[in-house]
């Protein structure tokens, strides 16, 4: 099994190169044709354009890859993915066959919306910390002794400990209680080390007393514990754990009182989801006051990372080798210069102040998709989601890359700038990403463009050396993995796609393509072989693709694996044929708003 282990470290964090922001390169490409030509001159040259070029025209470009050039490799933890709190049917039979199917390796755990800093795994319940209001709803099938099986059966998972709350709701998280749960996922039966007790006296006994509760069989009469006794006699294994889940929400940059805010919230459309409860500066009546914390240094960012440091040290004296991560956020842009007190405003710098030295990686949540016009309310902007990421500050002007790489780009650069100021001299935590979605709420048009964006996006980041990316939710109102009834939506076949490229073993190599509406990832595989997956991101045009291989030693025949098209209905399935006349170079013509996998098998 390809875990990330200790002696596996990626490189620094990879940078792309911040254009310059430029106008639409549409309106660009009209000012350049209109400066020689007459107005009468320019009208009779563009109905010749018009009437020469064929509906759906193909346009020829290229591909180099570089096989002596390594990239990010994949890992079990590699790809993930996350449910909200509310989904009954996040891993059901059905759904876990079809997370299997789509390449799905590791799963974040307990999930969004809320849950992280409330659920104790040693007792299964949930701390209400409200005086007036319920605490979210969780169903006994997703608390974690039942979940095992399914991190089993995919991979591995990534573990959100709690930091919001303790157990009996009267403060915040305990170091404590997150070290058993490390010694209950990967502590052997015989170690007889003792965890100790927590600030309120409860005793965490030993690793050994744990485990030895995992390993057992249920008592015929239950003593309140049958539910630990799962008879997991080896450890389950889990690497990657965070201190809590998007604690920024915890109300100290205020809180919005949005319809569905409250415990109960069901994730219907119109509705949040819940706060991350954060009892470090004591309980809220409902949690629609999360809010009076606004700016308390007890739930602020340098309390955080103080509890961070305490955190990794209980938790890495049960097991040394684990990786444990701190929520960092995105930089703050110039669209948010007039809030006085903007979501992230210090956070970075706060945390990575308090416990750079103790953190192994940061995680990061990128969720991308802005409104697209005339209204801006109906529809995500393709266009800025897959190839020019709108300006924020003028609707008119773009960057010339995809949003993706646009917020990835000012997150290395803000990173870069902090891990230098706050770090230990040689120390950079590597990212990962704990979401990657697209606005529910705002639908595609052409719903293909979300399965672009995940095919793009999940690789991108691999490649680029993320310790994990996890795509969110499982099932949404607006879905864009799964919907209500399990039927596959874009970005399932995006990294069903991805999969079928890259292994788990599998080492990204260099590969580039001078068309901005083309995305190209490689592969060598274990196996011998060759993976190229190709993104169309071009709804008008399909593209004649020559790839060329530097060192090409692979079969002259392969099979290609299609999804995808413009319009309502972008594809239920991939198709899949052979492919011929394979070599050092080939030709290859990619559909438009598609997606087209090609494996190569060793020569």
């Given at each position: 099994?390809?875990?990330?282990?200790?002696?596996?470290?990626?490189?620094?964090?990879?940078?792309?190169?911040?254009?310059?922001?430029?106008?639409?390169?549409?309106?660009?490409?009209?000012?350049?044709?209109?400066?020689?030509?007459?107005?009468?001159?320019?009208?009779?040259?563009?109905?010749?354009?018009?009437?020469?070029?064929?509906?759906?025209?193909?346009?020829?470009?290229?591909?180099?890859?570089?096989?002596?050039?390594?990239?990010?490799?994949?890992?079990?933890?590699?790809?993930?993915?996350?449910?909200?709190?509310?989904?009954?049917?996040?891993?059901?039979?059905?759904?876990?066959?079809?997370?299997?199917?789509?390449?799905?390796?590791?799963?974040?755990?307990?999930?969004?919306?809320?849950?992280?800093?409330?659920?104790?795994?040693?007792?299964?319940?949930?701390?209400?910390?409200?005086?007036?209001?319920?605490?979210?709803?969780?169903?006994?099938e997703r608390k974690f002794p039942a979940i095992v099986p399914v991190i089993d059966d995919l991979?591995?998972?990534?573990?959100?400990?709690?930091?919001?709350?303790?157990?009996?709701?009267?403060?915040?998280?305990?170091?404590a209680e997150a070290a058993a749960w490390v010694a209950y996922a990967?502590?052997?039966?015989?170690?007889?080390?003792?965890?100790?007790?927590?600030?309120?006296?409860?005793?965490?006994?030993?690793?050994?007393?744990?485990?030895?509760?995992?390993?057992?069989?249920?008592?015929?009469?239950?003593?309140?514990?049958?539910?630990?006794?799962?008879?997991?006699?080896?450890?389950?294994?889990?690497?990657?754990?965070?201190?809590?889940?998007?604690?920024?929400?915890?109300?100290?940059?205020?809180?919005?009182?949005?319809?569905?805010?409250?415990?109960?919230?069901?994730?219907?459309?119109?509705?949040?989801?819940?706060?991350?409860?954060?009892?470090?500066?004591?309980?809220?009546?409902?949690?629609?006051?999360?809010?009076?914390?606004?700016?308390?240094?007890?739930?602020?960012?340098?309390?955080?990372?103080?509890?961070?440091?305490?955190?990794?040290?209980?938790?890495?004296?049960?097991?040394?080798?684990?990786?444990?991560?701190?929520?960092?956020?995105?930089?703050?842009?110039?669209?948010?210069?007039?809030?006085?007190?903007?979501?992230?405003?210090?956070?970075?710098?706060?945390?990575?102040?308090?416990?750079?030295?103790?953190?192994?990686?940061?995680?990061?949540?990128?969720?991308?998709?802005?409104?697209?016009?005339?209204?801006?309310?109906?529809?995500?902007?393709?266009?800025?989601?897959?190839?020019?990421?709108?300006?924020?500050?003028?609707?008119?002007?773009?960057?010339?890359?995809?949003?993706?790489?646009?917020?990835?780009?000012?997150?290395?650069?803000?990173?870069?700038?902090?891990?230098?100021?706050?770090?230990?001299?040689?120390?950079?935590?590597?990212?990962?990403?704990?979401?990657?979605?697209?606005?529910?709420?705002?639908?595609?048009?052409?719903?293909?463009?979300?399965?672009?964006?995940?095919?793009?996006?999940?690789?991108?980041?691999?490649?680029?050396?993320?310790?994990?990316?996890?795509?969110?939710?499982?099932?949404?109102?607006?879905?864009?993995?799964?919907?209500?009834?399990?039927?596959?939506?874009?970005?399932?076949?995006?990294?069903?796609?991805?999969?079928?490229?890259?292994?788990?073993?599998?080492?990204?190599?260099?590969?580039?393509?001078?068309?901005?509406?083309?995305?190209?990832?490689?592969?060598?595989?274990?196996?011998?072989?060759?993976?190229?997956?190709?993104?169309?991101?071009?709804?008008?045009?399909?593209?004649?693709?020559?790839?060329?291989?530097?060192?090409?030693?692979?079969?002259?025949?392969?099979?290609?694996?299609?999804?995808?098209?413009?319009?309502?209905?972008?594809?239920?399935?991939?198709?899949?044929?052979?492919?011929?006349?394979?070599?050092?170079?080939?030709?290859?013509?990619?559909?438009?708003?598609?997606?087209?996998?090609?494996?190569?098998?060793?020569?």
């Amino acid at each position: 099994m390809f875990l990330l282990t200790d002696s596996i470290r990626f490189s620094n964090l990879f940078f792309f190169r911040l254009p310059h922001r430029s106008p639409d390169r549409r309106n660009d490409w009209l000012a350049r044709v209109r400066r020689p030509c007459s107005s009468s001159a320019f009208a009779l040259l563009l109905v010749a354009l018009l009437s020469a070029a064929p509906a759906h025209a193909q346009v020829k470009t290229t591909v180099h890859v570089e096989t002596a050039k390594a990239e990010g490799t994949i890992y079990t933890t590699s790809i993930g993915i996350a449910a909200d709190r509310w989904d009954a049917k996040a891993f059901d039979e059905a759904t876990v066959k079809l997370l299997k199917d789509a390449g799905i390796t590791m799963l974040r755990f307990p999930g969004n919306n809320g849950v992280a800093g409330l659920y104790h795994w040693s007792t299964g319940s949930i701390t209400n910390p409200y005086t007036n209001d319920r605490a979210p709803a969780f169903a006994p099938e997703r608390k974690f002794p039942a979940i095992v099986p399914v991190i089993d059966d995919l991979g591995t998972g990534l573990v959100a400990v709690n930091y919001g709350s303790n157990l009996d709701g009267s403060g915040g998280g305990e170091p404590a209680e997150a070290a058993a749960w490390v010694a209950y996922a990967n502590g052997k039966t015989d170690n007889k080390q003792a965890i100790g007790k927590d600030s309120k006296g409860n005793d965490w006994k030993t690793v050994g007393y744990w485990a030895s509760l995992r390993a057992s069989s249920p008592l015929p009469t239950d003593d309140g514990l049958n539910a630990l006794r799962i008879m997991h006699l080896d450890p389950i294994g889990i690497q990657l754990w965070t201190v809590g889940n998007e604690p920024y929400y915890n109300g100290f940059y205020g809180q919005d009182h949005t319809p569905g805010s409250d415990a109960d919230s069901s994730g219907l459309y119109g509705q949040a989801g819940s706060p991350e409860a954060d009892l470090h500066a004591g309980s809220v009546p409902t949690s629609r006051d999360w809010g009076r914390h606004l700016l308390n240094a007890k739930v602020g960012p340098q309390a955080y990372g103080a509890a961070v440091v305490d955190f990794v040290k209980a938790m890495k004296a049960v097991d040394p080798t684990i990786f444990v991560g701190a929520f960092l956020t995105m930089p703050l842009t110039a669209s948010t210069a007039n809030d006085p007190n903007p979501l992230g405003k210090n956070w970075n710098a706060g945390v990575l102040k308090a416990a750079c030295a103790s953190m192994d990686f940061s995680a990061i949540t990128l969720v991308e998709g802005k409104g697209a016009p005339p209204n801006w309310v109906d529809n995500v902007d393709e266009e800025d989601l897959l190839k020019a990421a709108r300006d924020p500050l003028d609707v008119n002007s773009h960057f010339n890359m995809p949003a993706l790489y646009h917020d990835y780009a000012l997150l290395a650069a803000d990173l870069t700038d902090k891990y230098k100021k706050f770090c230990p001299a040689g120390h950079s935590p590597q990212l990962a990403i704990t979401v990657l979605a697209v606005q529910s709420w705002l639908p595609a048009k052409n719903p293909a463009a979300v399965g672009l964006f995940a095919a793009d996006a999940m690789a991108t980041l691999i490649e680029r050396g993320a310790y994990t990316v996890d795509w969110s939710p499982v099932h949404a109102p607006s879905p864009s993995f799964l919907d209500k009834n399990n039927q596959p939506q874009p970005a399932y076949y995006a990294i069903k796609l991805l999969h079928q490229t890259a292994r788990v073993g599998d080492q990204f190599v260099a590969a580039s393509s001078p068309t901005d509406s083309l995305a190209v990832h490689a592969v060598k595989r274990r196996d011998g072989g060759l993976g190229l997956l190709l993104i169309n991101k071009d709804s008008n045009q399909s593209l004649s693709v020559t790839v060329t291989v530097d060192g090409y030693s692979y079969a002259t025949k392969g099979r290609r694996y299609d999804w995808g098209k413009p319009g309502t209905d972008p594809g239920k399935d991939i198709t899949e044929s052979p492919i011929e006349n394979l070599g050092g170079t080939f030709t290859v013509v990619v559909p438009r708003y598609s997606i087209t996998a090609i494996v190569v098998p060793k020569a």
